[in-house]
């Protein structure tokens, strides 16, 4: 079955704390992973893909396909990174790329 | 930067009246998405829309829902006989090319009494 797990719905740090979001995916394929960001009052809006392996606001993710996981990191959480964070796989190739969303995890920096 | 934009922000609606969700994706976009997301629970896929037609749609999108782009610029949801279960946030989504990113609107809560 195709599925993405965010295990943890809260997660809470300090300010300039190391911040580690888990996601895992079930898929016998290769999918196409997304990080989607959610801050207070405004729209989702794309964070990362593990295709353009670039570094956004300071959050990296890697595609580890052995443990199936594409965990978002950051080495020195700010307050302006609280937020919901999304896990989103596309696991169907072809032009219907639909998204399957994980549960999120919202994540509080606190000062 | 362009924007999809969803009207209303806020629809309340009796149950089994009709509803109609409204959304401008971004206007060189080809492929179009209705998402929905009920309090508490996952992010879901409804339906996916491109060259005029259904390319996809889930199970909860059954012969009560129904979306369309009339012309050539709107993209809506209708729900014909909504039901209590129906309350959630709808959201929608565009993108030009299949393997880029997709853009998303603030959403449509949408409240059934």
């Known amino acids: 079955a195709q599925r993405v797990t965010q295990p943890e719905k809260l997660l809470s740090v300090f300010k300039g704390a190391p911040v580690e979001l888990k996601c895992n995916y079930s898929?016998?394929?290769?999918?196409?992973l997304f990080w989607y960001v959610q801050y207070s009052r405004q729209r989702l809006q794309l964070l990362l893909r593990?295709?353009?392996?670039?570094s956004i606001k300071g959050f990296t993710a890697d595609l580890n396909k052995g443990e199936t996981s594409f965990h978002l990191k950051k080495p020195f959480a700010q307050e302006e990174d609280s937020a919901m964070y999304y896990c989103?796989?596309?696991?169907?190739?072809?032009?219907?790329?639909?998204?399957?969303w994980g549960l999120g995890t919202s994540l509080a920096v606190n000062p | 930067e362009p924007e999809v934009t969803q009207t209303p922000s806020h629809q309340v609606t009796q149950m089994g009246q009709e509803v109609i969700l409204r959304c401008v994706p971004i206007?060189?976009?080809?492929?179009f998405y209705w998402y929905r997301q009920i309090l508490g629970q996952k992010v879901e896929f409804l339906v996916s829309?491109?060259?005029?037609?259904?390319?996809?749609k889930s199970e909860i999108f059954d012969d009560q829902f129904s979306v369309e782009r009339p012309d050539g610029s709107n993209f809506t949801l209708k729900i014909r006989s909504t039901k209590l279960e129906d309350s959630a946030m709808y959201f929608c989504?565009?993108?030009?090319?299949?393997?880029?990113?997709?853009?998303f609107g603030d959403g449509t809560r949408l409240s059934i009494l």
């Open positions: 989103a796989p596309i696991f169907n190739a072809g032009n219907n790329r639909k998204l399957i």
């Open positions: 898929y016998s394929g290769s999918p196409e």
């Open positions: 593990h295709i353009s392996r670039e």
């Open positions: 206007s060189n976009h080809l492929y």
């Open positions: 829309f491109y060259n005029n037609e259904i390319s996809e």
């Open positions: 989504a565009s993108v030009r090319d299949s393997n880029q990113p997709q853009h």
